[in-house]
């Protein structure tokens, strides 16, 4: 019986601990747990170059989830040491790992049609009631499920569905993560053992490349195109959001859907189109899937209420 509780004592000791241990003081420069006029100054020589900040310092400093740490950071934490701000206690980050080392062969057109249409699938959404909302694109990056799409796609809907190109459904059951500044969305499925993307990386300007999504509700439509920019800052988004231009059409529809290069790696995600210009579209790099925080999944009613935070001027 005395080994029986103290097991049970032992557990709950370790949980509590992990549990303590995978979350820290945002702010706390010099992990005191306290939030100090000292820890304001660090992070103030952080901003200013004076000392070199480590990744774990980063993270602790960077108050606005910026990566970086800025003056406006320690002023939040000068704030907050002065008790004019509550401390914030966060959970360390998680996040889907990717690699962008995939196929090494150039395909034919044909060939990476085919493979893309395996992870490739198109988004329904749903009011409360069941009534349709939009139609978007997303692809799958992980054999248990996971996908990725826009988060304008997903951000209003109570329910979705994901159905691939020969007909099978999946209920989209839970957001993992998503960014609405960078308009990603990593959804969990009730799929298993499905294809999935590779990634690829080192894009150029001139670099063919290729769509896969349902523009206007025609599932399944492919087109060709080049890369016409690399790392376009759009200044009328305010958003600092580096993108891939593209000039392979697309149209509503093919929100959240992969652009692939010519060995067939995923390299960016649909995210918008200038619609009063031909062929001007825009990608998120794939490398932006990496930096989404999924430690804290939610239910889609539960994002809707968070949608009206979305500020980016979506055109698909």
Known sequence: MK??????????FLTVFALCTSAYLVGDADGNGRVTASDARAALRFAASLDLPTERLITLCDTNSDGKVSASDARTILRTAANLEKPVTKNEDKTFEITTDGNTEIKTPNEIYEDAKSFTCEIRTYDKNGIALTVGTGFFISS?????????????????????SDGRKYSITSVLGYDSRKDIALLSTDAVNIPFAAFGKGVKVGDDIFVLGSPKGYTGTFSRGCVSAVDRVISGLGNGIKYIQITAPVSTGNSGGPV?????????IVAMSHNEAQNLNFAVSVEEIGKIDISTPV??????????????EILL
């Open 299 to 312: 239910t889609l009613p539960e994002l809707a209420k968070d949608a009206e935070d979305f500020t980016g």
């Open 3 to 12: 080994k029986s509780l103290f097991f049970i004592i032992t557990c709950i």
């Open 144 to 164: 248990d499920g996971i996908l990725v799409t826009d988060f304008h796609v997903i951000s209003t809907a109570s329910s979705a569905v994901a159905i691939m």
């Open 260 to 268: 692939l290069d010519n060995k067939g790696n995923v390299i960016g």
